[in-house]
């Protein structure tokens, strides 16, 4: 099966200026992550979806991050301005069902940096 | 709060060696557990889980981990190490009723030829 997709692996932009991942999931999985990694770190969950349900984004920065999931299927992760801090890869996970027993599948990442 | 230690940011075995990357949670109920392993450049790749029944859990690779509750441990095991091997190591837990996966730190494996 194809594995967790996300685009651009790469993204450089000034800070103060918008950027935006993209993540398309495992075919079928309905339970989709974000995760934000800094160097030397594991990852930290920022949100989870059910389906295009946002249950869990208590970790998420909402007065400059914003994500969705249209159609419960790709989910947008978005950083507006960025700032300097937001250097980091932000990852992208996806299970078949809600479940703290279910294994997460990783995409590759898109690594950001902030000049 | 769960979390995740792992003892060793850096470990290096010769190549044939037996590697040993050490994982220890804390916790007051069952643990779902999972070593994940990254490669340069790439996600996280599932290696081996631990959620219910058998303590020893075999993975890919070759690798191995065992549940051990007294110790609240979950290391991970390899008996001979690969050139391939050499790759970020890392360990994470969740409990029932709560999807959130906590991760450690992670362990660097550099395999000396």
């Known amino acids: 099966e194809a594995g967790v997709v996300q685009s651009p692996r790469y993204k450089i932009i000034e800070k103060k200026q918008p950027v935006a991942f993209w993540c398309n999931p495992i075919?079928?999985?309905?339970?989709l992550y974000w995760y934000l990694q800094n160097l030397g770190q594991g990852p930290e969950l920022l949100i989870r979806y059910e389906n295009e349900e946002a249950v869990d984004d208590s970790q998420l920065p909402k007065d400059r991050f914003s994500a969705e999931r249209l159609k419960g299927v790709d989910s947008t992760l978005k950083i507006q301005p960025a700032e300097l801090g937001d250097s980091a890869v932000y990852l992208c996970?996806?299970?078949?069902?809600?479940?703290?027993?279910?294994?997460?599948?990783f995409g590759d990442g898109t690594r950001l940096s902030i000049l | 709060a769960q979390s995740v230690t792992q003892l060793g940011s850096h470990v290096s075995v010769s190549e044939g060696a037996l590697v040993l990357l050490r994982c220890n949670y804390s916790s007051s109920v069952p643990p779902y557990l999972f070593w994940y392993v990254q490669y340069p450049n790439q996600g996280l790749q599932l290696l081996l889980k631990?959620?219910?029944?058998?303590?020893l859990v075999k993975g890919i690779n070759g690798f191995e981990a065992e549940f051990k509750k007294s110790e609240t441990s979950f290391h991970l095991t390899k008996p001979s190490a690969h050139m391939s091997d050499a790759a970020e190591y890392v360990c994470?837990?969740?409990?029932?009723?709560?999807?959130?996966?906590?991760f450690g730190t992670g362990t660097r494996l550099t395999i000396i030829p």
């Open positions: 075919s079928g999985h309905n339970t």
């Open positions: 631990y959620t219910t029944g058998a303590t």
């Open positions: 994470a837990v969740s409990y029932f009723g709560n999807e959130k996966l906590t």
């Open positions: 996970a996806s299970s078949h069902v809600t479940g703290a027993w279910q294994p997460q599948h």
